[in-house]
């Protein structure tokens, strides 16, 4: 890959480390919902969309992903084709996973948490996905807590998402989320967003209406030194939502399934995406497909407005 810029593991593309150097709007993207979270071929159909809609919304895109003992900021096609196509072959890399998949030189996708580490050290603020892991239901029996939540607690970087699904315990992340200090904005709602509906009952922490503010609070809780993510919940949009009663009745049939096959672990989530997939005839997809979107436009949004406040005497 010659001209790219090298920076420790990280590999920038040039035009992302451009970008980053002239205080231009970069998004981050996440491969695991590429590699476990969508099957394929729709997961690259995704996965470029994705980044057309942050380059039409006037932010240059980075999909990150482990390959080669390196972590790529900034994916090309071939590359985005190679971890598409190796689906749940390829590893899926928390902060655990991360020294690990680098050091033995294996093919990697970046969850939330992974993808916020190689965001902050290639000094990116701002990364779009579609849902953030959580605190799982019957956690208090299975401690299963996904790493995310540690890596909003401790690392600077906004994550634009639609909420969680209630695969998750919605209640007990969002209380796990207070406790570590990590500010969940609404976009646009004082609700915290359910991923496949807009509504979950749940207060957010604060209700933003526009990016600029959004950026305001950004700047200052990083001013301030109070170092951590900042979580935005943009609701699906209203167009592509689902039933709540027939997503909640598929999840419950998903968790029996994943009960009774004895799944642990980091399969949990893939294998929880897949069943429901199965279980709405590929609905739950397709408003995958459109709230994810609808994150990388707003994320794009987000990082041309911090960059703005971020400009020299700007
Ligand atoms: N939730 C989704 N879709 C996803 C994921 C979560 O609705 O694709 C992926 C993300 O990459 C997230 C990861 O970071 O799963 C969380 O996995 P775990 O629950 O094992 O921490
Ligand atoms: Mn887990």
Redesign the pocket.
């Known amino acids: 890959m010659p001209n790219h810029l090298t920076q420790g593991r990280l590999t920038l593309t040039p035009e992302i480390a451009d970008a980053l150097a002239g205080n231009r709007p970069v998004v981050a993207l996440?491969?695991?919902?590429i590699s476990?979270?969508?099957p394929y071929p729709k997961n690259l159909e995704t996965a470029r969309a994705l980044e057309a809609e942050v380059r039409g919304a006037g932010a240059v895109p980075a999909t990150i992903a482990v390959m080669d003992g390196r972590i790529r900021v900034g994916l090309d096609d071939d590359a985005l084709e190679r971890l598409a196509s190796a689906g749940p072959a390829a590893w899926?890399l928390?902060r655990r996973d991360l020294p690990v998949a680098l050091a033995v030189g294996a093919l990697g996708?970046?969850?939330?948490?992974?993808?916020m580490i190689a965001a902050r050290m290639a000094g990116i603020a701002v990364f779009a996905?579609?849902?953030?892991?959580?605190v799982?239901r019957g956690a208090e029996h299975s401690f299963?807590v996904?790493?995310?939540l540690d890596e909003l607690a401790r690392t600077s970087v906004c994550v634009v998402c639609?909420g969680?699904?209630s695969?998750?315990d919605l209640p007990k992340t969002l209380e796990v989320l207070e406790t570590r200090g990590v500010p969940v904005l609404g976009f646009g709602t004082g609700e915290f967003p359910a991923?496949y509906s807009r509504r979950s009952g749940l207060p957010v922490s604060h209700r933003c209406d526009n990016v600029t503010e959004v950026a305001n609070i950004l700047r200052t809780k990083w001013e301030l030194g109070l170092e951590g993510g900042v979580l935005l919940a943009n609701p699906i949009p209203l167009a592509d939502e689902l039933d709540a009663d027939a997503m909640e009745d598929a999840i419950g049939r998903a968790l029996a399934d994943a009960d009774a096959k004895g799944i642990k672990?980091?399969?949990?989530?893939?294998h929880l995406?897949a069943a429901l997939e199965r279980l709405t005839g590929g609905r739950s997809l397709t408003a995958?497909m459109a709230l994810i979107r609808d994150n990388a436009r707003v994320a794009a949004g987000v990082a041309a407005a911090y960059a703005a406040l971020e400009k020299p005497n700007g």
């Open positions: 996440e491969s695991t919902v476990h979270g969508m899926k928390s996708a970046t969850t939330v948490a992974a993808t996905t579609g849902g953030i892991g959580g799982h299963d996904s790493a995310d639609a969680a699904k695969i998750l991923f672990g980091k399969d949990v989530t893939p995406l995958n």
